[in-house]
């Protein structure tokens, strides 16, 4: 019996990796990152990209904002390396191996290479645990409780802030705040009419985060800092104030119908500046006897007449 094998003729020989690769390949790769080492180098010369397009002005604004801003920009710059290393090799792979006009049949197929299956599994391992320890560290760091000169027990509520100072060991001050309200044009209202909470210039501080009815959410945008405000629950924020002036505070928890107007300002004065700002509040705390218990509300049973007849 005589066999006959058939060929295909369109598949022909392999196509070499090495035949695939060509100067105007090469060049064209030297253009573009010359014009992205050009262009990133040419952005990097204003303030707002160098912290990152972060809301703090000043570097120094507390103890932790330099960390924090470090932190975040770094971490963008390895991000963008490790995407345009990944997105260069993509495009190279996409030039160097595709079709020519005279190519016929199929490039050598591989099944997988194992070497290059674990270097794309270990790599990435490595990343995400190298982000993970630097962020963890810096967590720890900011949330480490500290023993504060000045405690502030700060209180939400639909839509405004109480502020309870404690300061120089016993002394005891609040300030009881009221919703700010939009103008009837709907533009902003006059800014010194808000809750207003004092800190002085170099001092420790615990913020002690309190909620008289809903969750809301403590932020002061150029503090880089931001903590849920949870009902039945005491959050902390430890911060040392570096920098005077004036900066916006406001809710940044969805907490109903006048969410956008619960906004505070945050003033950081001379520590007599502050004393004197104390001496023009009221002595003692407002505390929780001011909070809402949705729990023993909603616990009450309401029976109508002739139910359960």
Request: with cysteine.
């Amino acid at each position: 019996m005589k066999t006959t094998f058939c060929t295909n003729k369109e598949e022909g020989p392999s196509v070499s990796s090495q035949d695939r690769t060509g100067s105007r390949g090469k060049a064209k790769a030297k253009v573009l990152a010359l014009v992205g080492t050009s262009a990133l180098l040419l952005t990097g010369c204003s303030a707002e990209v160098q912290r990152g397009w972060l809301p703090n002005v000043d570097r120094d604004t507390t103890n932790h904002t330099a960390a924090i801003q470090d932190f975040w920009v770094n971490s963008w710059i390895a991000v963008v390396v490790i995407g345009v290393l990944t997105w260069g090799l993509m495009l190279w792979c996409i030039i160097a191996y595709r079709r020519r006009k005279n190519d016929t049949g199929y490039p050598r197929q591989l099944s997988y290479n194992l070497p290059l299956e674990i270097f794309y599994t270990a790599i990435p391992l490595v990343l995400v645990l190298v982000f993970f320890s630097f962020n963890n560290n810096l967590v720890n760091s900011i949330n480490k409780p500290v023993d504060s000169e000045i405690v502030v027990d700060v209180r939400a509520k639909q839509w405004a802030w109480d502020f309870n100072y404690t300061f120089d060991g016993d002394q005891e001050k609040h300030y009881a705040g009221i919703q700010a309200h939009l103008n009837d044009d709907g533009s902003e209202g006059i800014q010194e009419t808000l809750p207003t909470l004092y800190l002085p210039v170099g001092k420790s501080v615990e913020f002690q985060l309190n909620s008289r009815d809903v969750i809301h959410s403590f932020w002061v945008p150029a503090f880089l800092q931001k903590l849920d405000m949870i009902p039945g629950k005491t959050n902390h924020i430890y911060l040392t104030p570096q920098v005077e002036g004036t900066f916006d505070g406001k809710c940044a928890e969805l907490c109903g119908e006048y969410h956008s107007e619960m906004l505070f300002n945050l003033k950081v004065v001379s520590e007599a500046e502050f004393k004197a700002q104390m001496a023009k509040l009221e002595d003692g705390h407002i505390g929780e006897e001011y909070d809402r218990s949705p729990d023993t509300v909603n616990s009450v049973i309401v029976k109508h007449e002739g139910e359960g007849e």
